[in-house]
C-alpha cells in the first residue's frame, strides 16, 4: 500500500490547493513513521514520499517537530559499527537508499529550519568513517550522500534563482536559500568532502561534491583544494 502511496500520492501543487493535497494525509504517515522504531521494509517508501514532498512544498511543510528523528533515522540507515566488534547500529538491512535522504536533507534547508545544525552535528558525527583508512559496508552510502546532497543543493539554488518562470509554484521568499544558508552548508561540509578525497574508493564521489560546492562558493572550496593539489604533484605518496 505505501509502495502505491508513494508513487501515486500528489504533493506538486499550488498553494490553494494544499488542504486537497499533502494535509490530508501528512499527519497520519509520518505518526506511522515516527511510531515504529526498527526499520519496517515499508519505510523506504515513506522516506521517497516524504522527500518528494519537501521538493515540491518547500515553506508550506513544518519538518521542526520531526527534525531530530529525521536525523537519527538517515545515522541509522547507513548501518554504521558500534565499538570494535561487529554490533551494528540496526542489525536490519531494509535502510532505504542516500539519494532520497539527500533530496530530502537539500529541501528541508532554509528559512527559519534547525537542519543545518542538525547536518552539522551529523557530518561531526560520520567524519571519522569518512578518514581514508576507516574501510568497510558503509562507504559506498556514505560517499553517495556526500555527492547527492551539494548536487540536490545547486538544483535548488538554480531553481529558485536562474531557472525560467515555468507553471510549478514559485518558492516563497521567505524559504528560499540565502547566501548566508548557502556558505554555512558550504563550510560545514567542506573538511569531510576534504578528507573522503583520499578516499581508498571515493576519490571520484568526491570530486564530484567539491565540483558541485565550488559551484556553490568557489572562495571557499579552491584555495583549499589548490593547496593540496600543489605537493601532490610533487611527491609520489600523495
Known amino acids: 500500500a505505501l509502495f502505491y502511496l508513494e508513487l501515486f500520492l500528489p504533493t506538486l501543487m499550488f498553494p490553494e490547493e494544499h488542504d486537497r493535497g499533502f494535509r490530508l494525509w501528512f ?3 509520518i505518526g506511522i513513521w515516527d511510531a515504529c522504531e526498527i526499520n519496517p ?3 523506504s517508501n515513506l522516506v521517497g514520499l516524504f522527500s518528494r514532498l519537501a521538493a ?3 515553506g508550506f511543510v513544518d519538518w521542526q517537530p520531526y527534525m531530530s528523528k529525521i536525523f537519527t533515522r538517515v545515522l541509522r540507515s547507513v548501518n554504521l559499527p558500534v565499538g570494535t566488534g561487529n554490533l551494528r547500529i540496526t542489525q536490519n538491512h531494509n535502510s532505504y ?3 532520497p535522504t539527500a533530496v530530502w536533507l537539500a529541501n528541508m534547508l532554509g528559512g527559519s529550519s534547525s537542519t543545518q545544525a542538525h547536518l552539522n552535528k551529523l557530518f561531526n558525527a560520520l567524519e571519522s568513517f569518512y578518514h581514508p583508512s576507516n574501510y568497510g559496508r558503509w562507504n559506498t ?3 553517495k550522500l556526500l555527492r547527492k546532497l551539494p548536487f540536490h543543493i545547486v538544483k535548488r539554488v538554480h531553481k529558485e534563482r536562474y531557472r525560467r518562470s515555468s507553471w510549478e509554484p514559485a518558492v516563497p521568499e521567505s524559504a528560499r536559500l540565502t547566501d548566508a544558508d548557502i556558505t554555512q552548508f558550504v563550510g560545514g561540509i567542506m573538511s569531510i568532502a576534504s578528507l573522503a578525497m583520499f578516499n581508498k574508493v571515493g576519490s571520484m564521489e568526491s570530486s564530484a561534491a567539491l565540483q558541485s560546492l565550488a559551484m556553490l562558493r568557489p572562495e571557499i572550496v579552491i584555495p583549499p583544494l589548490l593547496d593540496k593539489t600543489y605537493p601532490a604533484l610533487e611527491t ?3
Do not use: G, R, S
Request: hydrophobic share 35%; proline share 6%; charged share 45%.
Open 27 to 29: 499527519e497520519e504517515l
Open 41 to 43: 521494509t515499508w519505510e
Open 56 to 58: 515540491d512544498c518547500k
Open 97 to 99: 537508499e542516500p539519494v
Open 141 to 143: 552510502k556514505l560517499l
Open 236 to 238: 609520489l605518496t600523495e
